[in-house]
């Protein structure tokens, strides 16, 4: 696999700041690769957060109405005002390194890139320490596909989030859900996404 020149940047970046400055909030595709790639269930890498009202992922789970949004935990740091992710790895000689590689959800693998009114634009707010990052340093075209495709797997998740909202709208008062059974549902639809025809997999998701 070609690294490209942002690639190679973050590797050698020996803080990795923004693993521990942002909240990551990956895709359902990001959460079912991880799941069924590393055997290990969603809930025990990710972590429930109050959703903005009107979130596209926000999910419910009940009738009181409140939505959360899915997001990679975080391991508690003492004394420090950052917590790291939960995957992030510290080296003996404190170099930090990414413990998924390419199997990192597309949020981290977009960063710092991010459409505005579709134009390329980067972030520099802070979460990143070792550098100010500069379109120069980017190939646009190959950014604005991984940025695109990110989008694009994010539209599919609003879905899927969003008939298992209609689903527990239509449950009996009776029934209670938890976020281990959204887990479950969500692993269900995406082995099913997966095991489609990829022709016809990608013409309905288009």
């Known amino acids: 696999?070609?690294?490209?020149?942002?690639?190679?940047?973050?590797?050698s970046c020996k803080d990795k700041t923004c693993c521990s400055f942002y909240a990551v909030f990956p895709t359902g595709l990001?959460?079912?690769?991880?799941?069924?790639?590393?055997?290990?269930?969603?809930?025990?890498?990710?972590?429930?957060?109050?959703?903005?009202?009107?979130?596209?992922?926000?999910l419910v789970l009940g009738r009181s109405g409140q939505h959360f949004r899915v997001a990679l935990a975080k391991v508690p740091a003492k004394g420090k005002k950052l917590s790291p992710c939960v995957f992030l790895m510290r080296l003996t000689d404190g170099t930090a390194r990414c413990g998924l590689g390419e199997l990192r959800p597309s949020?981290?693998?977009s960063f710092p890139s991010l459409l505005i009114d579709s134009v390329l634009c980067l972030m520099?707010?802070?979460?990143?320490?070792?550098?100010k990052w500069?379109?120069?340093?980017?190939?646009?075209?190959e950014e604005t596909a991984v940025v695109m495709a990110e989008?694009?797997?994010?539209?599919?998740?609003?879905?899927?989030?969003?008939?298992?909202?209609?689903?527990?709208?239509?449950a009996t008062r009776d029934e209670s859900f938890s976020y281990r059974d959204f887990c479950r549902y969500l692993l269900d639809i995406y082995t099913t996404f997966d095991s489609r025809p990829k022709e016809l997999a990608h013409d309905e998701r288009d």
């Open 1 to 11: 696999m070609t690294t490209s020149t942002k690639e190679a940047l973050w590797l």
């Open 30 to 58: 990001d959460i079912w690769r991880i799941a069924t790639t590393l055997r290990v269930p969603p809930w025990a890498f990710t972590t429930l957060v109050p959703a903005e009202e009107g979130a596209p992922d926000g």
């Open 107 to 109: 949020p981290c693998h």
């Open 124 to 131: 520099n707010d802070g979460g990143c320490t070792c550098r």
């Open 134 to 141: 500069s379109l120069s340093e980017m190939d646009i075209g």
């Open 151 to 170: 989008k694009h797997a994010r539209e599919v998740y609003y879905e899927v989030v969003a008939n298992w909202n209609e689903y527990v709208r239509q």
